[in-house]
């Protein structure tokens, strides 16, 4: 969830300054934008007052709910975007699951075209794509409806179960000596560090793939819509679908296209990618119930990288 602020924010290919969070949930990505120095206008958008009074039975959300840096808006997103003008640097959404209902219009083409029309130049829309809740039919429909609308997209994994869309309508470009910049001050890199994202590498090395590989995946699915919210009424979830989504969208990996990184520097983000990638794989040989291999390739990651708070947390240590 800190993710989902904080990554495109240190890609973000302007100085970015203000930014909306679509659905305050546990409040930890509302709470990440707070640790973003460079930001001036920090707004959140719920629909419940009682998510937002429950945020301090949550740990790492940095006290969003009460910071006057943040402007908690009680009222629905997708409203607030229709009935008020201001425009942002960057749109991020921290909403239910699609498949859940009367969500399905966070996540529909007409939604991002509304999100589009809040962009400040150079601006982006973060939009979470959480796998094991939808067959890989509808994310494939999700993923279409959003490239129908950001001519320049990529993903992301920040978590085993979901990822990130990043989308706009201009292009990114990920400059490494920039995003390296902006991670080492002190605030970004300390929340990022807690959650086992330790460098500016480590951050660059949680790339999947470009726009491209994005329409390889999404094919000749049809789009989310309004008027065809397909994803609300898809059939149940197959068992285990994670398994089959997750390595449908690693098989599309390539390199980052980035710039001003030096061999030291791609080194290191290889070096990260490799590993993260082997603990993936070895989470997956978890849900085909193959415990030898979890445990085999799982004991590399820690042996290489048993300090990381993410892997630990995750195998319980």
Do not use: C
């Not at 640790?35 to 301090?56: D, Y």
């Not at 978590?159 to 990043?166: A, I, K, R, T």
């Not at 500016?200 to 949680?206: D, E, F, I, Q, V």
């Not at 030291?264 to 040989?285: D, I, K, V």
């Amino acid at each position: 969830m800190r993710i989902q602020a904080l990554l495109p924010l240190l890609i973000h290919n302007g100085e970015p300054r203000s930014a909306l969070v679509i659905g305050f949930g546990t409040g930890i990505t509302a709470g990440a934008l707070t640790q973003f120095p460079g930001l001036e206008h920090r707004v959140v958008a719920e629909l419940l007052p009682s998510v937002v009074k429950a945020a301090p039975l949550f740990k790492g959300n940095f006290n969003a709910a009460a910071n006057p840096a943040v402007d908690v808006r009680l009222r629905d997103g997708r409203q607030e975007l229709l009935r008020n003008p201001q425009r942002y640097d960057l749109i991020t959404l921290e909403p239910p699951p699609p498949s859940a209902a009367g969500v399905v219009n966070l996540y529909s083409r007409d939604f991002y075209q509304l999100a589009a029309s809040r962009l400040n130049e150079k601006g982006l829309v973060a939009q979470w794509l959480p796998l094991p809740t939808q067959n890989i039919d509808d994310s494939r429909s999700l993923v279409r409806s959003f490239l129908e609308v950001y001519p320049y997209a990529n993903l992301w994994t920040s978590e085993f179960h979901e990822m990130l869309l990043v989308g706009s309508m201009e292009p990114i470009e990920l400059d490494a000596a920039k995003i390296n910049q902006r991670f080492q001050q002190d605030s970004v890199r300390s929340t990022l560090q807690d959650v086992g994202i330790g460098s500016a590498a480590a951050l660059l090395a949680t790339w999947v793939t470009d726009r491209a590989g994005l329409e390889r995946f999404a094919a000749n699915a049809q789009p989310v819509t309004d008027d065809q919210p397909r994803i609300e009424y898809a059939p149940w979830v197959r068992a285990k679908e994670i398994t089959r989504v997750l390595r449908a969208l690693m098989d599309l990996h390539i390199a980052p296209p980035l710039l001003n990184a030096d061999q030291g520097f791609t080194e290191r983000m290889n070096t990260h990618q490799q590993r993260l990638m082997q603990f993936y794989h070895a989470s997956l040989h978890a849900y085909d119930g193959d415990r030898d291999a979890w445990a085999r390739d799982v004991r590399e990651v820690m042996r290489e990288d048993g300090g990381n708070p993410y892997f630990r947390w995750f195998v319980g240590e």
